[in-house]
C-alpha cells in the first residue's frame, strides 16, 4: 500500500489550496478515505472522511462549510478543496485507508497559512 500525499504549500489567510492523495498497492474503489492533520505540538486529528464509492462524507466541525472531500476511482485520488482557510489549519496533512485491519498512512504535506 502506498498513500502520497501532494499540493500542499504556503497560503495567505483566506485562500486556497487543493490536496491530493494518489493511491496504489490495494483495492482503491473498495477503501473508505480520510484527512487527517496535526499541528505542532497537536494529536493528530481526523479532518474528513469519505466512503468507497463516495456516496458518503463526513467533515470535522472546525472544518465544515470550508473543506471538500472528493474522490475519483479511476484514477485512485483522493482530494481535499480547502477554502477561506485560517491561520489554525495550519499542519501537516496525511491521507488514510484501513483496507484490511490495518492503517495505511501517507508521508503528509505541509500546509502553512500565514500571512
Not at 477554502?83 to 489554525?88: A, F, R, T
Amino acid at each position: 500500500v502506498q498513500l502520497v500525499e501532494s499540493g500542499g504549500g504556503l497560503v495567505q489567510p483566506g485562500g486556497s489550496l487543493r490536496l491530493s492523495c494518489a493511491a496504489s498497492g490495494f483495492r482503491f474503489s473498495s477503501s473508505n478515505m480520510s484527512w487527517y492533520r496535526q499541528a505542532p505540538g497537536k494529536e493528530r486529528e481526523l479532518v474528513a472522511s469519505i466512503t468507497s464509492t463516495g456516496g458518503s462524507t463526513d467533515y470535522a466541525g472546525s472544518v465544515k462549510g470550508r473543506f471538500t472531500i472528493s474522490r475519483d476511482n479511476a484514477k485512485n485520488t483522493v482530494y481535499l478543496q480547502m477554502n477561506s482557510l485560517k491561520p489554525e489549519d495550519t499542519a501537516v496533512y496525511y491521507c488514510k485507508t484501513r483496507p484490511g485491519w490495518i492503517d495505511y498512512w501517507g508521508q503528509g504535506t505541509q500546509v502553512t497559512v500565514a500571512s
